[in-house]
């Protein structure tokens, strides 16, 4: 039988099998078992009901986000710009407002919202984030936001006159209790802004590595004006940001008190024109996943059996599923860089390839680098300019397999 819809219980058609995958952060310290890693089977499917495109097995919240998950907003500058400029224009044009942040992790948006002196809470499992966080001045309760933590949120603080979440919406299951307690938490007039990874761009650039653990929905207008109404919420606007390779921003408000913006139906028409929910455009995306597996595999065996060294950059969540699907291990490419501490001198989830930090890397020390961090290309190639000018070159798997 179909697995149910984890929105509306409809029936979920797979479309893509991965295989079996390590969660994507969960790096392995030294000294740790690597045979107690958690493996589950990364496949994605769509519901024939209300088009949501969601992974068909999901492990358990627990085990991806706990005290110690490793992913820190902080570590790109242009993310920082991002979310500076986004608290800007959440608290444009309100006085004294209540804002609340669902997965605030180490406080890169809330820091600006703290910054002017505004009331904040943050709420994040994530205890070692949300310590960084509290550096930043940025308030945060150590938990997964539920309607039973908004209430709670609500009875102690007031209503919330902004709710906002990136990259966090669409990583839990339970999204429709999430959805309910931010109805409840909303002051009326309100808003709630998310954005996310938008399933056209990961179909347009066949960015099959953005499917993890953590990635449980991937949003389109046409299924998040679905399973918003479910809330009593209204989607008003949508706006494509350019930020980890395409996502959406996401506006909704208790339904029915603001205007909807023309952007919503542009964009809804624009992804009837693209059949952005055919099998036939899913089936598509799935076969091309499968040739840029076979493409990088034979470039990255060539290059070795060439004697070229070759590393990776930026041990992404989204790079263990590039690694796992495509059975990439150290024979294969010697180390991964990251500037995070919090992954370095671990082992990358199921591939073991160690993590070094940027000072491993530089003219003379690869022939080639793989660019796991693709979404981050722009600012990563200009920090490590020496590398190219030396005539390192950089290996790409997005959008398609090439060489720079
Ligand atoms: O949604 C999610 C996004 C926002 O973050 C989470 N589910 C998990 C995580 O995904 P990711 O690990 O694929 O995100 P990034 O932002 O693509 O990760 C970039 C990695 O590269 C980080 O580990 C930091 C590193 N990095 C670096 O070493 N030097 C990044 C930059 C910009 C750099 O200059
Ligand atoms: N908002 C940041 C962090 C994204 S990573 C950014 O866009 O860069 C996802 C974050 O969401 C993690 O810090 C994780 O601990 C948190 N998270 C996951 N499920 C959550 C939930 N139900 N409620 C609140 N935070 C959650
Ligand atoms: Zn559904």
């Known amino acids: 039988m179909a697995p149910a819809c984890l929105v509306c219980t409809g029936p979920v058609e797979e479309f893509l099998d991965l295989g079996r995958q390590p969660l994507s952060d969960a790096f392995v310290a030294p000294g740790e078992d690597p045979s107690r890693e958690y493996f589950f089977r990364l496949a994605l499917g769509r519901c024939a009901a209300c088009c949501m495109t969601q992974l068909i097995e999901v492990p358990p919240a627990e085990r991806m986000f706990h005290q110690t998950y490793p992913y820190r907003s902080s570590s790109s500058a242009v993310m920082r710009e991002h ?227 070759v590393v990776a950059y930026g041990a992404t969540a989204k790079s263990a599923t590039v690694a796992n699907y495509c059975g990439l291990g150290p024979d294969l490419v010697s180390a991964v860089i990251d500037a995070t501490p919090t992954k370095q001198g671990r082992l990358t989830p199921g591939t073991h390839i160690p993590v070094e930090p940027p000072e491993a890397f530089g003219p003379g020390k690869a022939d080639y680098a793989l660019m796991f961090a693709w979404n981050h290309a722009e600012e990563i190639m200009a920090k490590e300019r020496a590398y190219s000018e030396s005539g390192g070159r950089w290996v790409f798997y997005v959008p398609e397999v090439h060489v720079v």
């Open 83 to 309: 979310f500076a400029r986004t608290a800007e224009r959440l608290l444009a044009r309100r006085r004294d407002p209540f804002v609340v942040e669902i997965g605030s992790n180490d406080g890169v948006l809330l820091g600006a919202v703290a910054a002017r002196g505004v009331r904040h809470l943050g709420v994040d499992p994530s205890g070692d984030a949300a310590a960084d966080a509290a550096a930043r001045g940025v308030r945060v309760r150590v938990d997964f936001f539920t309607e039973r933590i908004a209430r709670d949120v609500r009875a102690e603080h007031g209503p919330a006159d902004v709710v906002f979440s990136a990259n966090t919406i669409s990583h839990d299951p339970n999204v429709n209790s999430i959805l309910r307690g931010v109805a409840a938490l909303l002051a009326p007039g309100g808003e709630f802004v998310f954005e996310d990874p938008y399933l056209g761009s990961v179909l347009a650039n066949t960015a099959f590595d953005q499917i993890i653990d953590e990635h449980v929905l991937f949003f389109s207008v046409r299924s998040v004006v679905a399973m918003v109404r479910r809330a009593g919420l209204e989607l008003v606007d949508v706006e494509r940001l350019p930020v980890h390779g395409g996502q959406i921003r996401f506006t909704a408000a208790h339904r029915g008190t603001r205007p909807v913006s023309p952007a919503v139906a542009e964009l809804l028409a624009e992804e009837d024109d693209q059949e952005l929910h055919d099998s036939a455009r899913l089936a598509e995306f799935a076969a091309r996943t499968r040739d840029r597996r076979r493409d990088l595999v034979v470039l990255l065996r060539r290059l070795r059996d060439g004697g070229a060294r």
